[in-house]
């Protein structure tokens, strides 16, 4: 079955560090896969997403690039700001999109 | 546009007490399905549906129902209230396609005492 592992939490940056969350997935066949930030108190939000090998999902100065060969996702971002303190959960999907498999979540706190 | 519109935001029940969380979306997506969040486990699938009559089962289904009579709307059903099911539930929604992804609602809070 399809799994996702991503590294454990908490995260703990100063701001401007740079940013790298490890995510890598075990699936069938090709899957798409996702960046989804969870702000406190609030859903979730698609970040970035990536439908094929060496696409490269970027948005609010975070990337991520698809590589098959080491079936990983990584995260990562240039220079964090205080208010990209979030839960951050790596997932994947197949069968047409219609489901989502999650990892636990990584959860980033940045210090001023 | 509202999106995907959860009710209640907060719940407290007693074991064995039924009740019915709501999903309303006005997108017009096909896919909606029902995540629970806990603590150190992610976000584990309890039921979803390809479109209106058609529901399946995820990763966690019991103690849950669901049914999808319009394509707005996807009610969580929990049975008979247990603690194991206090938790966060998220309903999300995704256009046939796939779209720019899935949209989630903003969660309901449960908690079974």
């Known amino acids: 079955g399809n799994s996702v592992t991503q590294m454990e939490g908490p995260v703990t940056l100063s701001e401007e560090a740079f940013l790298t969350i490890n995510c890598t997935y075990t699936a069938t066949g090709y899957p798409s896969l996702f960046w989804y930030v969870q702000y406190p108190g609030e859903g979730l939000q698609l970040l970035l997403k990536?439908?094929?090998?060496?696409d490269k999902g970027s948005n609010k100065g975070f990337e991520a690039t698809y590589r098959k060969e080491t079936t990983s996702f990584h995260l990562e971002k240039g220079s964090v700001q205080v208010s990209d303190s979030a839960v951050y959960f790596c997932?994947?999907?197949?069968?047409?999109?219609?489901?989502?498999?999650f990892g636990k979540g990584t959860m980033l706190l940045v210090s001023p | 546009n509202a999106g995907v519109t959860q009710t209640p935001k907060f719940q407290v029940l007693k074991t064995g007490q039924s009740m019915t969380l709501q999903c309303a979306q006005d997108?017009?997506?096909?896919?909606m399905s029902w995540y629970r969040q806990d603590p150190g486990m992610g976000l584990r699938l309890i039921h979803y549906?390809?479109?209106?009559?058609?529901?399946d089962q995820g990763e966690v289904p019991n103690g849950y129902n669901v049914s999808r009579s319009t394509t707005e709307d996807f009610p969580l059903r929990l049975l008979s209230a247990a603690p194991s099911q206090t938790s966060v539930y998220f309903c999300a929604t995704l256009p046939r396609g796939g779209g720019y992804g899935y949209t989630f609602g903003s969660g309901t809070r449960l908690t079974v005492v």
């Open positions: 997108m017009n997506h096909e896919y």
């Open positions: 990536a439908t094929k090998a060496d």
């Open positions: 997932a994947l999907s197949n069968s047409g999109y219609s489901t989502l498999t």
């Open positions: 549906s390809v479109g209106a009559g058609i529901t």
